[in-house]
């Protein structure tokens, strides 16, 4: 069988239904198939020694910015009455999801690897700290939603992975400041950002870039959705949910083409490595 | 102790920062089934509905869950979210029924059952009854003495009400096992195997805030579901 | 056997309809105490405190809650906030220690009983040691030998946080009784009366989502304060 990899999602309200939930993106979970390890996601933070049993590895993925508090920080300041929207988003239950499960993950020597978020918990669970906004407490004009050079360190994995430099995305506000104890920089850009960490001897490694997102449509979908601006005034939203309803629940046809994604991304190097130090079943990878 | 290992079934929305698509599943659900001693888990590929199966005890199929952080996406959403959702749910069903591991419905999982066993839907039934049972109503039921609902809470309760659809015609090998004042199906079981739908929502019906307040306690439903998911 | 009466004490806010000054309770302390066993309900009136004080047999100071339907109204309740909710607070306190009633203060609650008792806070105290103990996070707490803390959770415990005032000079009669790892107090107990206080959020320690989620259990504290709440009618 498969190895099983234990994926985070992130923790959302909606107003409308008065609901708390969970979320994560589909390319997740594909990418992590398409690397030949079984994907499910963690739901519940007191199970977090369940979890640790049960699964191979841990995925922790993007999401929001991790508590001060946490890194013993305090909140940048920042003047709520500005008008301004706040230079950080946090979620109190994520946070314990992610570090719960990552310390646990610790504990048992199984592999971890961390997208975005995803690092910077892991380099908090090591006892560093973060850079709480670039622009504002680094004086940086960090690249956002577009593709930017880094440069691997000689001697790490990834440097092994994707040679001496690459090409990379970047959907982040945040930096790692003190690297946590054990940890060692990977990768930098230009500018003098950590975009990457591994541990000197444990199977944990952390990617500030979003590699789920290579080999799939998610860049060109979020770029679409990203100018679609007003509904359409001939559908009418209520109708349009009722019959989108009845589709869901109807009893689907096999053979029926789907707009699915009928092949799996594979071949996505970084989650390949994953994959490896998971196969090897956590032994150290350099 | 093992605790037994329980798939629930996700919605499909798209998340807040990239608009990509995504799944989703309302905490409650899985505060029920950890709170009656299971294990929740998210499946999340397609192909690995296998696996999936292997390593889990029981399935949930829940109510329709979406969320859409701009109203303007909510087309995109409609069309591509159904179709991938409901082979994604109709394997998982069929993978599950084969194995005969106990599975439990909840409103459109109720229904999704209803139609996996070749039933059928009243897609917008208040105008035949002119009762409203759609976003959150409390109303009784009548439950058939020996059936597994009237087992846990007699043959007479309270129950929320969230839905728009009803059974019309109910599926093979399955039979109806309560129904409201005006005849509209709430329970179904299925006649051999460990299945089992509620068109109420259960897990709304436990923990701080209990919908309704005046109605019986799901505990001992889900501690039911997870005992057959132990055998 | 008779269910206590808590009286719980609100917060100042806004109704969306009106936008006329109303008082609210979040859910969550009222879930706790129906847990635990108790009736919570929320007075109203002033004038009417010495006919809670006869019908409640404990007391509940929560931390700060608001609402306002539109941002810009939160400046109207400022006023409001500060000398209508702070006396009618006051005068709660003051008439359930006066009979002996057990109090239970958390968060904004615990500062009120402080001053209450003649102590005083830092506003501001994330500048002093540089850790953020505000809008939820969740640090480590030591409780002290020979308190009601130690019983509850034991020597070494883990607690939620979302505080940014912390106790300075300690009430009379007041001991602090459980501290969090960068020494700031997170409960104190009164020496000779039944009134405790946390900093942190016992509601939240609990039910299907506690935080923090790794435990423990607010349970053994509601269920001491549900305890001597039973005893407090009797004699």
Known sequence: MKPLILLTGEDEFDPKSHNPFFLIKRSYGNAVAGAGGTAIMALDPRLYQEYADMADGLLLTGGVDIHPGRYRDIFMDFDPNSGQPAPYVNSVTRDSMDILLCQAFVKAGKPIFGIGRGMQVINVVFGGTLYQDIPTVMQIEHPQGVNHKINLTEGTALYNLLGSSSIVNSFHHQAVKDLGSGLKVAAIAEDGIVEALEHESLPIFGVQWHPETFGTDDEEVRIRHAGIIEPPIEVDPVEMERQAQATMIKKAIPGVATDADSVLPSGNPVFDHFMQLVNKGGRNHE | ?231 | MKKPIIVMMWGSCLDSTFTNHAMMLSKSYAAAITAAGGIPVMPLVQEQIPELLALGDGLLLPGGMSFVPRAELSQVLKAERFSRQSHFESELYQAFRKAGKPVLGICAGCQKINCEEGGNLVLDFRHEKGIEHHLGSTHGAVCSGNSKMRRFFGEKTRVNSYHGYRLNKIGSGLRVTMRSDDGVPEAVEHETLPIIATQWHPERARGDFPNPPEGPSSESLFSWFMEACRNSNLG
């Open chain 2, 1 to 231: 102790m093992n605790k037994p290992v329980i798939l629930i079934m996700w919605g499909s929305c798209l998340d807040t920062k990239f608009s990509a698509h995504s799944m989703m599943l309302t905490k409650a659900y899985s505060a029920a089934i950890t709170a009656a001693g299971g294990i929740p888990i998210l499946p999340l590929v397609e192909s690995q509905v296998e696996d999936y199966v292997a390593m889990a005890d029981g399935l949930l199929l829940p109510g329709a869950m979406g969320f859409v952080p701009r109203p303007e996406l909510a087309r995109t959403l409609a069309l591509e979210r159904y179709s991938r959702q409901a082979h994604f749910e109709t394997e998982l069903y069929q993978a599950f029924r084969k194995t005969g591991k106990p599975i439990l419905g909840i409103c459109a999982g109720c229904q999704k059952i209803n139609c996996e066993e070749n039933g059928t839907l009243h897609l917008d039934f208040r105008k035949m009854f002119g009762r409203e049972h759609h976003q959150g109503v409390t109303h009784s039921v009548e439950a058939l003495p020996g059936s597994w609902i009237a087992d846990l809470w007699g043959t007479s309760f309270f129950i929320n009400s969230y839905h728009g659809f009803k059974i019309a015609k109910i599926g093979d090998g399955l039979r109806i096992t309560a129904y409201s004042e005006e005849g509209i199906p709430e329970v179904i079981e299925h006649k051999e195997l460990p299945i089992f739908g509620t068109q109420f929502h259960p897990e709304r019906m436990r923990g701080d805030f209990p919908n309704p307040p005046e109605g019986p306690n799901s505990e001992p439903l889900f501690q039911m579901f997870l005992q057959a998911c132990k055998s």
